[in-house]
């Protein structure tokens, strides 16, 4: 252990332990927008500066070493000055369209401008054009809202695999996007929205199915059915300030029918199914001497994964469906069937914790159990939230 001073007080830290992870342990609030924790830092975006004693520049915690007997200012008028031009800078390129953003209130950036009291601009944009990409059946990218803060492109490449998205251009002229500049469908993009995860503006966001559940559910002809994932019910609560994993499976239930759901079912009942599925296909496997080792197909990300990266893989794959598409499969053939019901009628919705799940209702071998898809809508936690 070393010890060094910050504000004043002395403080012990580890040799070399950046400066940040110190601040952070003291409790003390430094913003930041590039960082990824557990991921080594990159110091691009410059919020996380401070004031280091002997240093003629402002320095990135995230990315400076803690030594013996530094001293260090984290919210001097010279450290705020710095931080406030950062916001203004990338105020200066993005959209005014707050009202309408898929993550108003729910922005870091918005967060970081209120937090530094940037009220008014004083630096003029270049308009860079909406350059919308929706051509993902699960995830839409809006440039025009990108900071290029690179969080998404360490995410997909560092902690995913997959790269489908990184840098391209200098200077001024800097964007991500995809090889080619081609659409999100065409790349190796998996939808596990793991990008989206990280996006701290809404640059990043979910393929909107709200739209068609609220028409469902207006529609006095539609009889509106939903399932959630077991998780769902215990993630959903965070959104609404609740501490990490309570359960809330009461009351999701209850909010679910209040909103005009004609059933619930919880799609854990489908995961047992699946578990039954699988064991018996692994047996059947091991008496034909098949494939071996068979892996689960219930994740349709790690399904697109083996079939962009590793598509040798792919006899080793289970042939069953996912516990949505299950579900979704039983409710418009027995569920159908057992309430007297067309399936023609039923409008299937799923709340899943994944964005995947949209792209999996959408293929084509998941239409045909009874009436149109099988599964018609898929909501993510926030999404419902």
């Known amino acids: 252990m070393i010890h060094i001073e910050v504000n004043g007080k002395k403080v012990e830290a580890q040799a070399d332990e950046p400066l940040l992870k110190v601040l952070q342990r003291l409790g003390i609030r430094v913003p930041t927008l590039c960082y990824l924790r557990d991921r080594a830092p990159s110091g691009a975006c ?31 008028p010279r450290v705020l000055r710095a931080r406030r031009t950062v916001v203004e800078l990338l105020l200066a390129n993005h959209p005014d369209d707050c009202l309408f953003c898929v993550r108003n209130n729910d922005c870091e950036l918005q967060r970081l401008a209120a937090e530094l009291d940037v009220r008014q601009r004083r630096l003029f944009k270049t308009d860079r054009g909406p350059d919308t990409d929706s051509s ?34 200098r200077g001024s002229g800097t964007r991500v996007t995809t090889a080619f500049d081609e659409g999100l469908n065409v790349s190796g993009c998996v939808g596990c929205g793991q990008c989206v995860m990280a996006c701290p503006t809404g640059a990043l966001h979910e393929q909107d199915h709200m739209t068609r559940v609220l028409e469902a559910l207006a529609d006095p002809t539609r009889h509106v059915v939903v399932q959630h994932a077991p998780s769902v019910s215990v993630t959903l609560g965070e959104m609404f300030g609740l501490e990490p994993g309570q359960d809330v499976d009461g009351a999701l239930v209850g909010v679910l029918r209040r909103l005009g759901f004609a059933r619930v079912f919880d799609t854990g009942f489908a995961a047992d199914l699946t578990v039954m599925e699988e064991a018996s296909e692994l047996l059947a496997r091991i008496a034909a001497q098949g494939p071996l080792p068979m892996m689960t197909s219930c994740s349709p990300g790690w399904i697109n994964f083996v079939e962009t990266f590793f598509p040798d893989w792919m006899p080793r794959l289970s042939t069953c469906k996912s516990p949505q598409q299950m579900l979704g499969a039983l409710i418009k053939t027995y569920y159908a069937r057992a309430a007297g019901l067309d399936p023609e009628r039923i409008f299937s919705v799923s709340i899943m914790p994944c964005t995947a799940k949209k792209g999996e209702a959408q293929r084509p071998q998941m239409h045909g159990a009874g009436g149109g898809a099988d599964v018609d809508a898929v909501l993510t936690t926030r999404e419902l939230a």
């Open 46 to 76: 410059r919020l996380c500066v401070v004031e280091v004693a002997g240093q003629s520049a402002l320095v990135p915690s995230c990315a400076f070493p803690a030594s013996e007997g530094l001293k260090v200012q984290t919210h001097s």
């Open 136 to 169: 993902s059946s699960c995830i839409v990218r809006e440039q025009a809202k990108c900071i290029l803060c690179g969080r998404c492109v360490r995410v997909c490449e560092e902690v995913m695999g997959v790269s489908a998205i990184d840098f391209v251009n």
